[in-house]
């Protein structure tokens, strides 16, 4: 079973930066065969694709609302994958997850392993 635990959520001001990490278990899980995608839920809202990018790094694909601003990333050997979050807005707080996926979709339901999830809070 895949399991990923995000990290480097916190409360900044708009136009800071800030990068999320996600990494998966060293024990039984082969990251580097599987897609990742960053997805943000804000209170009230449902859950909002944010980034992916294939297992071996080669295609890239970003949310509208983030073009621009956010880049995916991953480093294999290290088994984590990455969200460099520039540019935040007071519209960017939410909880992160990230997920894992044979296939890319910009569906939540179609991915699986989610980690516990980061708060990103920005303050106006």
């Known amino acids: 079973q895949v399991q990923l635990v995000e990290s480097g959520g916190g409360l900044v001001q708009a136009g800071d930066s800030l990068r999320l990490s996600c990494v998966a278990s060293?024990?039984?899980?082969?990251?580097?065969?599987?897609?990742i995608a960053w997805f943000r839920q804000a209170p009230g809202k449902a859950r909002e694709f944010v980034a992916a990018i294939t297992y071996n790094g080669a295609s890239t694909r970003s949310g509208d609302s983030v073009k621009g601003r956010f880049t995916i990333s991953r480093d294999n050997a290290k088994k984590t994958a990455y969200l460099q979050m520039n540019s935040l807005e007071p519209e960017d707080t939410a909880v992160y997850y990230c997920a894992a996926a044979s296939l890319i979709t910009t569906t939540a339901s179609r991915w699986g392993g989610w980690g516990p999830g980061t708060q990103v809070t920005v303050s106006s």
């Open positions: 060293e024990f039984g899980f082969t990251f580097d065969t599987y897609n």
